[in-house]
């Protein structure tokens, strides 16, 4: 497996099949938040939001759209830094299983400042929010696809777009396939856990979509390797960043 990563895999995840979920999938999303509280997957999101937030001139309403949110719960650090930073901050969470859309319903039920909506990344339209985001959202996409995909989100926002993601590594890749077998017997979170570590990134993968971004548009990409093997990636609407 480790020769493997050399190179993204190009092997689906379970949960890219729609035709699939129920219980199953709602019992694994529930899992992966454990699984995001232990390997701390808000704080690259939040690194590179406060980033894109301090260049555009800390902005006190925000709309941020999260992409692939499945239930969402990464957005209640994001909720707390608007709180810290007097932000009046609105969050609409995107993802194209009712599964995964009924969990951020529950998990946000007293939560006035925080939609759900059923849909997915090419539905959204021309800037639909301040920033959108994703957390281990566009892995899900193979290299030919990524400049498509990031190249949307960029049209739908109107400041830019904040990435999480994780760095494809050997020592990520065994972190993730104890844990997820220590916490779950779930076949999606131990499929699914282990093989996001092969179609994850490097950093010459992020200077390949950059390179292919600036082909279309005025847009920079900046990363930043985070702790926990993440990537945070800031994609500016500007020339210099």
């Known amino acids: 497996m480790f020769r493997d990563l050399s190179h993204r895999s190009?092997?689906?995840?379970?949960?890219d099949d729609f035709s699939s979920g129920g219980e199953e999938l709602s019992e694994a999303l529930r899992h992966l938040r454990r699984l995001n509280r232990i390997f701390g997957a808000s704080a690259p999101l939040l690194y590179g939001i406060n980033e894109l937030w301090e260049r555009s001139g800390r902005p006190t309403r925000l709309h941020v759209m999260d992409i692939g949110a499945g239930s969402g719960e990464i957005n209640r650090g994001l909720l707390r830094w608007a709180d810290r930073n007097g932000i009046q901050m609105r969050i609409t969470l995107v993802d194209m299983t009712e599964e995964a859309c009924v969990e951020?319903?529950?998990?946000?039920k007293d939560e006035p400042?925080?939609?759900v909506l059923r849909s997915n990344v090419f539905e959204t339209q021309e800037?639909?929010?301040?920033?959108?985001i994703s957390s281990q959202f566009l892995h899900h996409f193979a290299d030919e696809e990524?400049?498509?995909v990031t190249g949307h989100m960029l049209r739908s926002s109107k400041l830019g777009v904040v990435i999480s993601d994780i760095h494809r590594h050997w020592i990520s890749w065994?972190?993730?396939?104890?844990v997820t077998r220590l916490i779950s017997a779930n076949r999606y979170i131990r499929h699914d856990g282990p093989l996001s570590v092969a179609k994850g990134f490097c950093a010459k993968d992020w200077n390949q979509l950059g390179q292919a971004l600036g082909k279309r548009g005025n847009y920079h990409l900046k990363y930043s390797w985070r702790p926990l093997f993440r990537y945070s990636v800031v994609i500016s609407k500007e020339a210099e960043f």
């Open 113 to 115: 400042r925080v939609k």
């Open 127 to 132: 800037e639909a929010a301040d920033i959108l």
């Open 10 to 15: 190009v092997r689906a995840e379970y949960m």
């Open 104 to 108: 951020a319903r529950v998990l946000f």
């Open 146 to 148: 990524l400049p498509e």
């Open 174 to 178: 065994s972190a993730v396939w104890l």
